[in-house]
C-alpha cells in the first residue's frame, strides 16, 4: 500500500513539474514576441532555476519514500572516533596506567553554572598504585602515594600514557560518568585538562 502511495506522488509530481515546464514555455514565448526577451529571460532563469531544484528535492523524496535504506540527505555531524566507551561508577577506574591508579572520586554539583553542561563536574583520583616508602634502618619513616585531584566537565580531554580520553558525559545522580578512548592519539586537542605520563 506504502509503494502504491509513493508511486502516485512520484506520477503527480511529474505532472506538476510537466505543467509547470509548459507554463515556463508559453511565458518565455510570449516575452520573445514582445521584444523584452533579455531582461525577462534573466528572471524567468532564476525562476526556472528554483522550480528545477524543488523539482529534483520532490522527485528525492519520492525516490527516498521507496527505498527505506536510502543514504542521509543532509549534512552529518561526525564526533571524534571511540575505541572504547564505558561508564565509570565511585572508585571505579577511569584510565589504566601501569604505575598509577586513576578512578572516580565523586561527582559534585556547581552552584551557578551558566549551563547544564557545567552544573556538574567529576572529579578523578589520581595515585599511585605502589605507594612510596622512605626507610630508615629498616623501618618505614613516610609513606606517600603522590595523590591528587584533577577535574573534570562535560566534553573535556585528558591524556595517559599515549592514550588520549574524552569525557563524553558527567551525571550526579546517580553518580557517574561515560569515558571514551578516542581510536586516534594523535587527534589535535586545543586543551588537556590533565596528562599523565
Excluded at 565511585?90 to 557545567?118: F, M, Q, Y
Excluded at 605507594?131 to 606517600?144: A, H
Excluded at 574524552?166 to 589535535?188: H, I, T, Y
Aim: proline fraction near 6%.
Amino acid at each position: 500500500m506504502g509503494k502504491v502511495v509513493a508511486g502516485v506522488g512520484v506520477v503527480a509530481a511529474v505532472l506538476v513539474l510537466a505543467m509547470l515546464a509548459f507554463v515556463l514555455l508559453l511565458l518565455v514565448s510570449l516575452v520573445d514576441q514582445l521584444g523584452a526577451a533579455p531582461r525577462a529571460l534573466g528572471s524567468l532563469g532564476a525562476a526556472g532555476s528554483s522550480v528545477g531544484r524543488a523539482a529534483q528535492a520532490a522527485a528525492q523524496s519520492a525516490r527516498d519514500a521507496l527505498d527505506p535504506t536510502h543514504p542521509p540527505r543532509g549534512t552529518l555531524v561526525y564526533d571524534a572516533e571511540l575505541d572504547e566507551l564505558r561508564i565509570v561508577e565511585p572508585n571505579g577506574a577511569v584510565a589504566s596506567h601501569p604505575a598509577r591508579d586513576l578512578v572516580l572520586a565523586r561527582i559534585e554539583k556547581r552552584v551557578g553554572a551558566e549551563s547544564p553542561e557545567t552544573a556538574q563536574y567529576a572529579v578523578v583520583l589520581d595515585r599511585l598504585s605502589v605507594p612510596r616508602e622512605t626507610r630508615v634502618l629498616g623501618v618505614v619513616v613516610r609513606r606517600s602515594d603522590d595523590a591528587h585531584e584533577h577535574v573534570v566537565y562535560d566534553g573535556q580531554f585528558f591524556r595517559v600514557g599515549r592514550a588520549l580520553y574524552k569525557v563524553n558525559w558527567v551525571q550526579f545522580a546517580p553518580p557517574r560518568m561515560a569515558v571514551g578512548r578516542l581510536r586516534n592519539p594523535d587527534v589535535p586537542v586545543e586543551e588537556l585538562v590533565f596528562v599523565v605520563d
